[in-house]
C-alpha cells in the first residue's frame, strides 16, 4: 500500500534555531515528491518540488532532500523564524494517471516556534 | 491574479441538506481537483477534473457530486449531508499537460459543519 509517513508529528523549538523535518515513503513507481507548508486556516503552499534525479533543493531557508534509494525525504528550516510556525506537509506522486500522478499525502509534522 | 477562490469560508448545514462549495481560478489551469483534510489524516482527493466536460472520482467520493463546464469554475455539490461530511474542503489547481511535474496550487478553504 502507497503510504506517506512523516515524523515528528509536532515540534517545539526556539526562534534561530535550526530543525530538520523527516517524511519516509513507501510510494510506487515514484514520480516527485513535494514540501507544502500550510498555515493554520488556510490552505497549503508548495515549498519545492524534486524529481527523482534530484538530491537537494532550497526555497530560502528550506532545504529538501531526497534519497531515492531509501525512500526517505528531509525538510530543514534554517534560523527558524515565528512565521514558520505551520504545518509541514510531505507528499508523493505515483507515476501514473497523468502529470499529477497519484498524489499521497502525509499527515504533517506541525512546528511551534518559540520566541 | 487571485488565484484560487473558494466560497464560502464557512458554513453550517443540518443532516439530510444540499449545498454547493464554489470554486474558481484564473491561472487556466486545466486540472482541478477537490480534498478534505480531517484531523490526524492525510488530505484526502475526492474529485478532480483534467478539463471542461472530464471528471473522474477520487479516493472517497461517495456522497458528492462534480460537474466542470468552464475551465475557471469546478463546483462540489452536497447532495444530502451527513455528519461524517463535517471536514475542511479544498480545491486545488493545477497545469495538467506538458512536462510534469507541475505545482498546485491550492484555495484558503471552506470549513464545513454538519449536524
Known amino acids: 500500500k502507497n503510504q506517506v509517513e512523516q515524523s515528528p508529528q509536532s515540534l517545539i523549538i526556539l526562534e534561530g534555531k535550526n530543525c530538520t523535518l523527516q517524511c519516509n515513503y513507501t510510494v510506487s513507481p515514484f514520480s516527485n515528491l513535494r514540501w507544502y507548508k500550510q498555515d493554520t486556516g488556510r490552505g497549503p503552499v508548495s515549498l519545492t518540488i524534486m524529481t527523482f534525479s534530484e538530491n537537494t533543493k532550497s526555497n530560502g531557508r528550506y532545504t529538501a532532500t531526497l534519497d531515492a534509494d531509501t525512500k526517505q525525504s528531509s525538510l530543514h528550516i534554517t534560523a527558524s523564524q515565528l512565521s514558520d510556525s505551520a504545518s509541514y506537509i510531505c507528499v508523493v506522486s505515483a507515476s501514473y494517471g497523468g502529470s499529477q500522478g497519484n498524489l499521497i499525502f502525509g499527515k504533517g509534522t506541525k512546528l511551534s516556534v518559540k520566541p | 491574479n487571485a488565484g484560487v477562490t473558494q466560497t464560502p469560508k464557512f458554513q453550517v448545514l443540518k443532516t439530510g441538506q444540499s449545498m454547493t462549495l464554489q470554486c474558481a481560478q484564473d491561472?487556466?489551469?486545466?486540472?482541478m481537483s477537490w480534498y478534505r483534510q480531517d484531523p490526524g489524516m492525510g488530505l484526502r482527493l475526492i474529485h478532480y477534473s483534467v478539463g471542461a466536460g472530464i471528471t473522474d472520482q477520487g479516493e472517497v467520493p461517495n456522497g458528492y457530486n462534480v460537474s466542470r463546464s468552464t475551465t475557471e469554475d469546478f463546483p462540489l455539490r452536497l447532495l444530502s449531508a451527513a455528519p461524517s461530511q463535517t471536514s475542511v474542503y479544498f480545491c486545488a489547481s493545477s497545469y495538467w499537460s506538458g512536462e510534469p511535474p507541475h505545482e498546485q496550487y491550492f484555495g484558503p478553504g471552506t470549513r464545513l459543519t454538519v449536524t
Open positions: 491561472m487556466n489551469h486545466e486540472y
